[in-house]
């Protein structure tokens, strides 16, 4: 019997591959047996699938995967799922991945276990004292079979600069994108059919040792799962309403507005809620000094356009600085629009021709009004605007491989 087993290594970036036979993951090294002659062929699927650290050539550790079993989602199993009809809620998919590691140490040894319930103690520190960031990013089916990321790398740079600010160990940057690699492998069946949604990917790294007084946690755990999800707004491309929050803020300068921390969120749900009610789809939030400058939505940046120039607020420290963000600045100026980041004032708002969100839920939405101090402003008249519609639909083919990858963005998983 052949064995089940797979490798990966974090330095090489070689990835596992199927057996066009019969779907089986295949190890990308042509003598595995000299890096691990003692396993054994698996005969089912197993509980856990490690990622021990290896000691390679040059000293360094790395997360390497060791084996998954045969009968990891491979692309024969169908899922009971109307593709059609997806929304941005949480599915529950086969695996999550998750590492640990004390504090003053380094992340090492990682696995892949059934997605669930963890355990974690009253007093750790993210439950106490918020210690905690998120990512999130997603994977596309091509019509091909391919697997697509978008910038993983990007997100694992975020969490680390998030993780100093948050006095908290990181993985780094290749441990992050082999950990979403191997995540998504594993989850592959719930990767919606081209054009039908993305499997949305959220790392999250916490405190989740134990600890009393006020302190760093002793423990932390870097964790992965995984959703199908389709459009973040009911609206989908459609404009969204939104309206400008005078009295609650978001961020202030010197706090924590710059790094994707839970806290952040947690904060805007009071305006967000009570702007849902209303009927707005979102709150925009204004600077809170001056009380006059854009910083974000809720968890989306926002561009201001104006004739042929696109403006952006400026990223110092309370606006976290977004991946879809930052792209669609480069594809803006690919494509003969002039980029402006700076402090981006209401009275601008309100006097623009476009405006619209960014993030990775949304991708870009459209905003078709604004209502500030109760009066509403609205854009255009037949629905999308130009400007919205041409960067969205030059990020997106990006993203799911329809168009050439002149950046050097994708990373391709098979």
Request: net charge neutral; glycine share 10%; proline share 6%.
């Amino acid at each position: 019997m052949e064995s089940a087993a797979c490798f990966s290594n974090a330095t090489t970036g070689r990835l596992p591959h199927r057996n066009a036979a019969d779907g089986t993951l295949l190890s990308p090294f042509r003598n595995p047996t000299r890096l691990f002659s003692s396993l054994t062929p698996l005969k089912k699927l197993p509980d856990q699938v490690r990622f021990p650290c290896l000691r390679t050539a040059l000293g360094s550790m790395n997360a390497s995967a060791v084996r998954i079993g045969t009968t990891i989602s491979t692309e024969n199993e169908s899922v009971d799922l109307d593709w059609d009809s997806l929304g941005f809620g949480l599915v529950h998919t086969d695996y999550m991945y998750t590492m640990k590691c004390s504090r003053g140490e380094s992340f090492c040894e990682g696995e892949l276990v059934p997605f669930g319930n963890i355990e974690i103690s009253p007093s750790a520190g993210v439950l106490n004292y918020g210690q905690g960031l998120f990512e999130g990013l997603k994977a596309y089916r091509k019509a091909d079979g391919n697997i697509l990321l978008f910038r993983p790398e990007e997100n694992g740079t975020r969490m680390m600069m998030g993780a100093e600010r948050m006095c908290m160990p990181s993985p780094s940057v290749a441990q992050f994108v082999e950990a979403v690699k191997a995540t998504v492998l594993a989850n592959e069946r719930w990767i919606p059919p081209p054009g039908k949604g993305s499997l949305y990917i959220r790392p999250l790294l916490m405190g989740s040792g134990s600890v009393l007084g006020l302190a760093p946690a002793p423990e932390y755990t870097f964790l992965i799962y995984v959703s199908p999800v389709g459009n973040y707004f009911k609206e989908g491309l459609s404009p969204i309403n939104l309206i400008v929050e005078t009295e609650m803020h978001r961020a202030t300068p010197g706090g924590t507005g710059g790094v994707k921390t839970i806290g952040n969120y947690a904060a805007v749900l009071k305006a967000q809620s009570a702007a849902k009610a209303k009927g707005y789809s979102d709150v925009l939030y204004l600077d809170s000094v001056h009380k006059k400058y854009l910083e974000e939505v809720s968890s989306c940046n926002v561009f201001v356009v104006k004739g042929n120039t696109i403006s952006t607020p400026a990223i110092k420290g309370t606006i976290l600085p977004g991946i879809t963000r930052k792209s669609i600045i480069d594809v803006a100026l690919t494509q003969g629009f002039q980029v402006e980041e700076k402090a981006v004032t209401v009275d601008e708002l309100l006097d623009a021709d476009e405006v619209f969100c960014t993030g990775t839920a949304v991708v870009v939405s459209p905003v078709g009004s604004i209502t500030y101090l109760g009066k509403s402003v609205s854009y255009g008249s037949s629905g999308v605007g130009l400007v919205s519609q041409q960067l969205y639909t030059a990020l997106t083919q990006l993203q799911m491989g329809l168009t050439q990858d002149k950046m050097g963005w994708v990373v391709e998983l098979k």
